[in-house]
């Protein structure tokens, strides 16, 4: 394996900058990798192989020619395909997209090119980011690096997969209920959903207006931070964006002191249908927690229990709203004959796949006269009292930690055609969507029963996205510490 | 309360979904399924708590009405299925009764 695929964002943008590697040979040793890998991940939907290295030339040239670089110089960024980007496809993992060209960049990527990084292909995902395991891509699963037979989770499972398959070093997801932190988790690295509003969503295909959050993924915590700082920030153009300073995340991951922090473990977010190995290395790591010097108290959440039931009211009623748009007139697949009405309805029917139709279908009756009162807005009510329980357990502590998600990766096609059990692997992520909140997923070890990475969930208040670093990094330097290597170089799934 | 074959035909067409047969009897019993679950919401009491639309609290967000730059024809329509004079051409929309 060439070197350059294992070093961090943050020592590849140092080295690109001190001169000691050229960009164009950073881009070049992960494109090899991507040849070399991809073929069994399937990670990638697009490989901007040409595009990636004139990005690259340019920050050579910038170099050259003396002008200061961004903090991202040469890093390479694998990004999931519903950020729109010129000059490279964008589908959402849905045929109704197959083979468009936004005319706009988003703003998270436009970010990311003004600070240096290389956008080097789009990621696969569950279609229009509806799903927690890539199953429900239009163009085939992605397959998780630590056990290809396994999900990388989803819907950024594309992503994340890339990232464990040090196929890129740093990579760009949503999260809407949990898309970011589900993949991270089975992946074993790295995922953050910011606070709702602090990145933007302008030009990101819109799935669930009120809740998806763009986020970073990363190997490690401080890379993390490094690409949540560069995406963050208010945008004029995204009229729900936060006009607020970003919060200190890279500060918070260089320093990782919880001596004297106060830790609540949500007592809700635990017990039938979590499994042992999971429940083992989440209880570790808050006694582990504990031994660094936080205040852990128990304490409960008591309208969790609502928030799966909500969020699946919530999600699919905007999504049928959203997704209206996709009409075969303006952009996208057109197909069948007829009058327009027709058409749009023969083309959704062609374009969308099976968890689309059921979601949008479930929007549309929860939306239905009749049902209103009893669906959507019973759920925002829940919604409202979800976020009292959050107002309550943070007048008492400073974080709240959970696992992130029940289960280790299941089986590809296990959950396939079972929506509800699909749905149970967003349990603990949904609450802080619904809130508003920021979230971290942070490796914690490996499950007994399966060896597949388990994560620790951290939840914030919203705009105190730094305190999710400083619990990150403290576990992260204390397992790197008692291992005496990253938990990622145990996984055997690729190069064994 | 369970919901019927025809009902979800019913959502499929509201939906603009022309859905075959074997999809209808696939998705029908799956759409009972998620439909009873979501429904737990209704236990939940909560008289005279406000719904929540949105978790910021950001209200009227405006911004100057202003000329900026903007996408031109050629872009807007780069990705049109069909176009005709420079616009998007489209099925006919009117159908006699």
Not at chain 1, 293 to 315: D, N, Q, R
Not at chain 1, 403 to 429: H, I, N, S, W
Request: hydrophobic share 40%.
């Amino acid at each position: 394996m060439n070197e350059l695929i294992k070093m961090s964002a943050a020592d590849l943008s140092a080295a690109v900058t001190a001169g000691d590697v050229s960009a164009v040979e950073v881009t070049a040793a992960h494109l090899e990798r991507i040849d070399a890998v991809d073929g069994r991940v399937h990670a990638f939907l697009h490989v901007s192989a040409e595009d990636a290295l004139s990005q690259a030339r340019a920050v050579d040239q910038a170099r050259a020619a003396g002008e200061p670089l961004g903090p991202l110089a040469g890093v390479p960024v694998a990004v999931k395909d519903l950020f729109t980007t010129v000059g490279a496809p964008t589908t959402c993992g849905s045929k109704i997209l197959e083979g468009w060209y936004p005319p706009y960049e988003s703003t998270v990527t436009g970010r990311l090119r003004a600070a240096g990084a290389i956008l080097i292909g789009k990621t696969n995902m569950d279609e229009f980011a509806m799903g927690s395991s890539t199953e429900n891509s239009g163009y085939g699963p992605s397959h998780n690096p630590w056990d290809l037979d396994r999900v990388p989770g989803g819907s950024s499972g594309g992503s994340a997969a890339a990232v464990a398959a040090y196929e890129a070093p740093l990579a760009l997801g949503t999260d809407t209920g949990g898309s970011i932190r589900q993949p991270a988790s089975v992946c074993g690295i790295v995922g953050t959903k910011p606070t709702y509003g602090g990145s933007s969503r302008y030009g990101v295909v819109a799935f669930a207006s009120s809740l998806d959050t763009p986020g970073p993924f990363a190997r490690n915590v401080l890379d993390t931070a490094l690409l949540h700082e560069v995406m963050s920030g208010h945008d004029p153009f995204d009229s729900t964006s936060i006009d607020a300073p970003v919060p200190a995340v890279v500060a918070a991951a260089r320093n990782g002191d919880v001596s004297g922090m106060r830790i609540g473990v949500v007592t809700d977010l635990s017990g039938a249908g979590y499994q042992p190995g999971v429940m083992n290395r989440f209880t570790e790591t808050v006694e582990l927690l504990e031994s660094l010097g936080a205040k852990v108290t128990e304490l409960s959440c008591p309208h969790f229990k609502y928030a799966l039931p909500a969020y699946y009211l919530i999600a699919p009623s905007e999504c049928s709203s959203n997704l209206a748009r996709f009409d075969g007139m303006r952009f996208g697949l057109r197909t069948g004959s007829g009058s327009a009405e027709e058409v749009m309805a023969q083309t959704r029917a062609a374009g969308f796949g099976t968890e689309v139709k059921r979601r949008i279908m479930l929007g549309t009756h929860a939306l239905s006269s009749g049902y209103y009162d009893a669906y959507y807005g019973k759920a925002q009510q829940v919604r409202t009292l979800i976020i009292q329980d959050f107002d309550a357990a943070f007048s008492q502590v400073d974080v709240l930690v959970s696992p992130v998600t029940p289960t280790t990766a299941f089986r590809l096609g296990e959950r396939a055609d079972d929506p509800m059990a699909m749905y149970l692997a967003d349990l603990c992520t949904i609450p802080t969507n619904l809130a508003g909140n920021a979230a971290i997923s942070v490796p914690c070890g490996l499950a007994d029963e399966d060896g597949m990475p388990v994560g620790l969930h951290v939840m914030a208040p919203p705009l105190a996205d730094d305190r999710l670093y400083r619990v990150a990094a403290a576990v992260e330097t204390a397992f790197t510490g008692r291992l005496g290597h990253p938990l990622l170089t145990e996984s055997k799934g690729l190069d064994a | 309360m369970p919901i019927t074959r025809d009902e979800v035909a019913h959502l499929a067409r509201l939906s603009r979904l022309a859905l075959s047969d074997a999809e209808l009897d696939h998705l029908a019993p799956q759409l009972d399924q998620i439909i009873a679950a979501v429904a737990q919401v209704q236990e939940v009491a909560a008289d005279g708590i406000p719904p929540t639309t949105h978790a910021t609290g950001l209200t009227n967000v405006f911004r100057d009405d202003e000329p900026a730059p903007c996408l031109t024809p050629e872009q807007a329509l780069a990705g049109a299925p069909a176009v005709e004079l420079q616009r998007f051409k489209v099925p006919r929309i009117l159908v006699e009764e």
